[in-house]
């Protein structure tokens, strides 16, 4: 269990709750920014949201994580929806494809698409496996 001070960053992430620790410890450790004030706790993560917080991970444990604009068009373009992604997303996309963390397999990126915690704990295994973190 990650030591924090409680902080009232956002609004729905009150004292003493079984998250708010883990909250507070990856805001700041720079993993999450939250939604304005909001952490959005009960919402779902996009395939973006993951790949960003991943790749925000993959740095804090030294990997190389900097991907210029033409990197990441080339590693995208393969995708029929990569136009699809917010531009806050697009380096972390690439990011994430060009390590393995995500396939590349399939025709599709779904950015907006909500995760679930299989396919979560799938790319959090995939980035210590790229990064030989484990």
Not at 12 to 34: C, H, K, R, S
Not at 41 to 67: F, Q, S
Not at 115 to 130: C, D, H, P, Q, W
Request: charged content about 30%; overall charge negative; glycine content about 8%.
């Amino acid at each position: 269990k990650p030591e924090v001070e409680y902080q009232d960053t956002f609004s729905d992430v009150p004292d003493g709750q079984w998250f708010t620790d883990a909250v507070i410890w990856a805001n700041e450790m720079g993993l999450v920014a939250g939604k304005g004030e909001r952490f959005d706790v009960a919402g779902k993560i996009t395939r973006e949201e993951m790949v960003t917080m991943t790749a925000r991970a993959a740095k804090l444990c030294g990997m190389d994580t900097d991907i210029n604009e033409g990197f990441a068009r080339d590693v995208l373009a393969g995708f029929t929806d990569y136009r699809e992604a917010s531009d806050w997303a697009v380096a972390s996309l690439a990011f994430c494809c060009s390590k393995g963390i995500i396939s590349d397999d399939e025709m599709e990126l779904l950015p907006k698409q909500a995760v679930t915690r299989g396919e979560i704990a799938k790319m959090l295994y995939n980035m210590l496996s790229s990064g030989k973190l484990m």
